[in-house]
């Protein structure tokens, strides 16, 4: 999985980039076919704004953003939205399925 971190406005120091690089890595376990992760970590009226972007297979591309006062705080609750519908998306795939055979 290739986790891409940018920065819009700010310098990004080099604890937030490995905080979001540990979180994100995460993610592969509520689904496993993840192609690549892009985070954006951005300052709009001196609020931190994160922005997550996962691409899936087959054109699959699940969106999350959190504006809120702290990075740090931004980035679990924007991790939580993309979690949530990583989640849903993998239980409706598997749903979809259909019940397994005995």
């Known amino acids: 999985m290739n986790v891409n971190v940018k920065a819009r406005h700010i310098e ?3 604890s937030i980039k490995q905080y979001v690089q540990n979180k994100v890595t995460r993610l592969e376990r509520f689904y496993d076919r993840l192609g690549s992760i892009e985070v954006i970590l951005d300052m709009e009226a001196d609020k931190p704004v994160v922005e997550i972007i996962a691409q899936g297979r087959r054109k699959h591309t699940f969106v999350a ?6 990075m740090y705080a931004c980035v679990d609750q924007c991790l939580d939205k993309i979690a949530e519908q990583l989640r849903r998306h993998k239980d409706k795939v598997r749903d979809h399925q259909g019940p397994p055979h005995a």
Request: glycine residues 12%.
């Open 65 to 70: 953003t959190h504006r809120g006062d702290d």
């Open 12 to 14: 990004a120091t080099d």
